[in-house]
Antibody
Framework: EVQLVESGGGLVQPGRSLRLSCAASGFTFDDYAMHWVRQAPGKGLEWVSG????????DYADSVKGRFTISRDNAKNSLYLQMNSLRAEDTALYYC?????????????WGQGAMVSVSS | EIVLTQSPGTLSLSPGERATLSCRAS???????LAWYQQKPGQAPRLLIY???SRATGIPDRFSGSGSGTDFTLTISRLEPEDFAVFYC???????FGQGTKLEIK
C-alpha cells in the first residue's frame, strides 16, 4: 500500500524549532519529488516547500523562506522539514505529499498530517 | 504570481443534483497544470482531477473537469451523499491553491 506517515508535530514556543518527518512506503521514493503543504485551523491549503527527487532543487513559500529547510534521505525513504524561528502563524496541520511527476502534475498521495502548534 | 479564485464560496445542493464549481486564474495557465482536490472533514485532501480534465485513479466518472486559459470548472454530475466536502483547485508549478469551495447538503 502506498503510504505517507508524518511525525514530529507538537506544541512549541515562539522562536523555537521543530523537525517534521514523513515516512514513505509502498513506492520507489527516489522516483518522486516531494512537498509539504500546511493547513491552519479552519483555513485552506498552503504549499510550504518542495524538493526534487535527488535534492538538487528545493523551493519555499515566501512565508517560510529563510526559516524552514526541506530535506530528504532516499536511503531511509524519508522526507523532513526543519522549522526554525517558529511563529504563531505557523500553527497548522502539516501534510507531506507526493509529486505525481511529469505524467501527473499534481499531488497524488497525501499523508494524514502532523499538527504543529506554536504558542507560549 | 498566479492567484486562483474559486466560486462560489459555499454551494448548497441536494443529493442527485448537479454541482458546478469554478476556479478562475489571474493569468492564463496551461490546462496541464490545473488540478482539483476534495477534502472531507478530518481527512487529508484527495486528488480528483489533474491536467484540468483527467480523473485520478479510482475517481468515479461523475466527477469531471474542464476549462482552459483562466477559467476552469469541476462538475459533479449527480451528487452522492459522500461527495459533500471542500474542493480546492491548484496551479501546479507554483503550487498555488484556491481558497476552496464548500459543497454542503441543502
Amino acid at each position: 500500500e502506498v503510504q505517507l506517515v508524518e511525525s514530529g508535530g507538537g506544541l512549541v514556543q515562539p522562536g523555537r524549532s521543530l523537525r517534521l518527518s514523513c515516512a514513505a512506503s509502498g513506492f520507489t521514493f527516489d522516483d518522486y519529488a516531494m512537498h509539504w503543504v500546511r493547513q491552519a485551523p479552519g483555513k485552506g491549503l498552503e504549499w510550504v516547500s518542495g524538493i526534487s527527487w535527488n535534492s538538487a532543487t528545493m523551493d519555499y513559500a515566501d512565508s517560510v523562506k529563510g526559516r524552514f529547510t526541506i530535506s530528504r534521505d532516499n536511503a531511509k525513504n524519508s522526507l523532513y522539514l526543519q522549522m526554525n524561528s517558529l511563529r504563531a502563524e505557523d500553527t497548522a496541520l502539516y501534510y507531506c505529499a507526493r509529486d505525481g511527476s511529469e505524467s501527473l502534475e499534481a499531488f497524488d498521495i497525501w499523508g494524514q498530517g502532523a499538527m504543529v502548534s506554536v504558542s507560549s | 504570481e498566479i492567484v486562483l479564485t474559486q466560486s462560489p464560496g459555499t454551494l448548497s445542493l441536494s443529493p442527485g443534483e448537479r454541482a458546478t464549481l469554478s476556479c478562475r486564474a489571474s493569468h492564463s495557465i496551461s490546462s496541464r497544470y490545473l488540478a482539483w482536490y476534495q477534502q472531507k472533514p478530518g481527512q487529508a485532501p484527495r486528488l480528483l482531477i489533474y491536467g484540468a480534465s483527467s480523473r485520478a485513479t479510482g475517481i468515479p466518472d461523475r466527477f469531471s473537469g474542464s476549462g482552459s486559459g483562466t477559467d476552469f470548472t469541476l462538475t459533479i454530475s449527480r451528487l452522492e451523499p459522500e461527495d459533500f466536502a471542500v474542493f480546492y483547485c491548484q496551479k501546479f508549478g507554483s503550487y498555488t491553491f484556491g481558497q476552496g469551495t464548500k459543497l454542503e447538503i441543502k
